[in-house]
C-alpha cells in the first residue's frame, strides 16, 4: 500500500483499544459498531503487520503494536493540536508520570514558579516508562534501571539511601552507617519481588530480618519511626516527627531521570516544562553517602 492510503480512523482505532482497554469500551468511547472498529484495527494491521494477540481475553501488543501505537499518539497528537488550534489558539497540556513519592518531595517543589498548564499521572516507574514510551505521556520523572534505546534521558537528581529510624534507636546517635550494621536488625521492607527488597536482602548477603511488609516509601518511614524497624529509604524521603535519617555510606546512589521519547514531536510547551525541572534540579542537593 502507498503511505497516502494510512487514515488516521484506523490509528485512532487502535489507541481507543488500547487505552479503552478493549474492543467493547472503545467502540461505545468512539461511538461505532464493534465489527466496524474491528474493520479498522484489521485494516491498520493488514497496512503495517501483526499488532496484537490475546492472552485469555486481555489485549497483548506485539513490539510492532508498540511501535504503531507510540507512531499513532504522535500524528494524531499533531492532527489533534492542529484542529484544536484553528478553533482555540490555546497552549499544548504537557503530561508528566511520576510516582507518589516523587511528586510529593521532589515534583511538587520543582513546579514553583511553573504558570504553564500540566497533567499529571501518578504511576509506578515501570508504568512511567510505558507511558512515555507510548506518547501517553511526554515527559517522565523516575530512576532508569538500564539503557533504553527509545527514551532520551537527563540525570536531574543524584541521591542516596538512609536508614529511618525512632530517635531513641541505640544506632540513632550515629552520622552515618555501613549496610553490615542494619544485619540481624528487625527491618520495613517492601513486598517480595521488588526491586529495592531484593537489592538490600543482596547487600546484607541474604540478612534480612523482616519486621514490616508494606508497599510505600511514606509508609515504610511511618512505621520505623514507630519503632517496629528500621527503613532503609531513598534519602528525599522525609523523617517522620520522633525519627532520624542516617545516610548508609556504602549503599549505591540512585540517579533520578527526566525522560522523554525520542523522534516525539517537539512541542515548546513541553520543551519549557522540560528545562524549568533541570534548572530547578541543578540547585538542588540531596545527600549521598
Not at 6 to 26: E, H, S
Not at 135 to 162: C, F, I, K, N, Y
Not at 216 to 225: I, P, Q, R, T, V
Request: aromatic content about 4%; glycine content about 8%; cysteine-free.
Amino acid at each position: 500500500m502507498d503511505a497516502r492510503e494510512l487514515r488516521l480512523d484506523w490509528l485512532r482505532a487502535l489507541v481507543a483499544v488500547v487505552d479503552a482497554g478493549g474492543f467493547t469500551a472503545a467502540a461505545a468511547r468512539l461511538h461505532i459498531s464493534q465489527p466496524a472498529l474491528h474493520t479498522q484495527v484489521k485494516q491498520l494491521s493488514a497496512w503495517v503487520g501483526p499488532l496484537y494477540s490475546f492472552a485469555g481475553r486481555r489485549l497483548q501488543l506485539t513490539a510492532l503494536g508498540e511501535q504503531t501505537l507510540a507512531l499513532a499518539r504522535d500524528v494524531l497528537a499533531v492532527v489533534d493540536g492542529f484542529v484544536a488550534r484553528q478553533h482555540d489558539p490555546g497552549p499544548v497540556t504537557p503530561v508528566l508520570s511520576a510516582g507518589r513519592a516523587v511528586q510529593l518531595h521532589l515534583l511538587a517543589h520543582a513546579l514553583r514558579g511553573w504558570r504553564g498548564p500540566l497533567a499529571l499521572r501518578t504511576e509506578d516507574r515501570e508504568a512511567t516508562l510505558d507511558a512515555v514510551r507510548s506518547g501517553a505521556a511526554h515527559l517522565g520523572l523516575t530512576m532508569l534501571p538500564e539503557a533504553d534505546r527509545t527514551l532520551a534521558s537527563t540525570v536531574v537528581l543524584t541521591v542516596g539511601q538512609v536508614v529511618i529510624m525512632a530517635k531513641d534507636d541505640p544506632l540513632a546517635r550515629r552520622r552515618s552507617l555501613r549496610v553490615r550494621q542494619l544485619a540481624g536488625r528487625p527491618l520495613v521492607v517492601p513486598p517480595v519481588g521488588r526491586e529495592h527488597r531484593t537489592a538490600l536482602a543482596r547487600a546484607l548477603g541474604g540478612d534480612l530480618h523482616v519486621a514490616v511488609e508494606v508497599d510505600g516509601w511514606e509508609l515504610m518511614a511511618h512505621y520505623a519511626a514507630l519503632g517496629l524497624g528500621l527503613a532503609v529509604v531513598n534519602a528525599y524521603i522525609p523523617a517522620p516527627p520522633g525519627a532520624v535519617a542516617i545516610p548508609v555510606a556504602d549503599l549505591p546512589v540512585l540517579r533520578i531521570h527526566l525522560i522523554t521519547r525520542k523522534r516525539a514531536p517537539k512541542l515548546a510547551e513541553v520543551d519549557a516544562l522540560a528545562a524549568h525541572l533541570i534548572k530547578h534540579f541543578a540547585r538542588r542537593e540531596l545527600p549521598t553517602a
